[in-house]
């Protein structure tokens, strides 16, 4: 079964907004990560959080992790066009040594 | 350095035919995992390989296999091909076994009619 499981809402916004998107998981973890997809394409590792960690920065990317809720969030700030993509949490369960994957949340920046 | 290519890019089979995908990872990589993306099913783990060795295995059914040579390239065989395999299928490589940070190819999206 999945671990990640994102919101499923999709999140349609003006370009120089902030878009936030959650993600939540049922088990321990040892870490987990942020990916965006393109257009069906391959994916592109955005961000790895691990359970001992509470927030991490990457240029216009924060995540967030409270692993006493077994959620996640990640802020894109300033959004541009080029950030629509669909954006995956994906989790590394404890014994798993797996990554299972949310369903994805779809992002649209409006020029 | 060259990233995850995978070929082909695009596959066409029908019904009982099977198929192979290869992928070459990034080079220094000895990792290679492979997943299958559907609109209904999201991404699933097939398979991970590291040093020729499968590590680890999603819930497949057997007509599901691969392989990873010594320069750690692998390729996923899929046999007697049913129309719900019809996905894209990920490849990621990484230079570490397991979990970690990965590197994914553009994909093969495979047609079964």
């Known amino acids: 079964s999945q671990q990640g499981e994102e919101d499923p809402q999709a999140l349609s916004i003006q370009e120089g907004e902030n878009a936030t998107m959650n993600c939540s998981y049922k088990?321990?973890?040892?870490?987990l990560q942020w990916y965006r997809q393109n257009s069906g394409r391959g994916l592109v590792h955005l961000i790895l959080i691990r359970s001992n960690e509470r927030e991490k920065h990457s240029g216009r990317l924060r995540v967030t992790l409270d692993t006493s809720k077994k959620s996640s969030s990640l802020l894109i700030t300033a959004s541009r066009a080029a950030d629509t993509a669909s954006y995956f949490c994906a989790t590394d369960a404890y014994g798993n040594n797996r990554l299972a994957f949310g369903k994805g949340n779809q992002v649209v920046v409006i020029p | 350095k060259a990233g995850v290519t995978q070929t082909p890019r695009y596959l066409i089979k029908t019904r009982g035919q099977q198929v192979t995908l290869s992928c070459s990872p990034i080079?220094?990589?000895?990792?290679v995992s492979w997943y299958q993306q559907t609109p209904g099913q999201g991404l699933q783990f097939l398979f991970e390989y590291f040093s020729e060795t499968q590590r680890n295995k999603g819930n497949f059914p057997g007509r599901f296999s691969g392989r990873q040579f010594s320069n750690s390239r692998s390729e996923m065989n899929v046999s007697t091909l049913e129309l719900g395999d019809s996905a894209l299928y990920l490849c990621?490589?990484?230079?570490?076994?397991?979990?970690?940070?990965?590197?994914f190819g553009p994909g093969t999206r495979l047609t079964v009619l």
């Open positions: 080079s220094g990589h000895r990792s």
């Open positions: 990621a490589s990484s230079p570490l076994a397991g979990a970690n940070e990965q590197f």
């Open positions: 088990t321990s973890i040892n870490n």
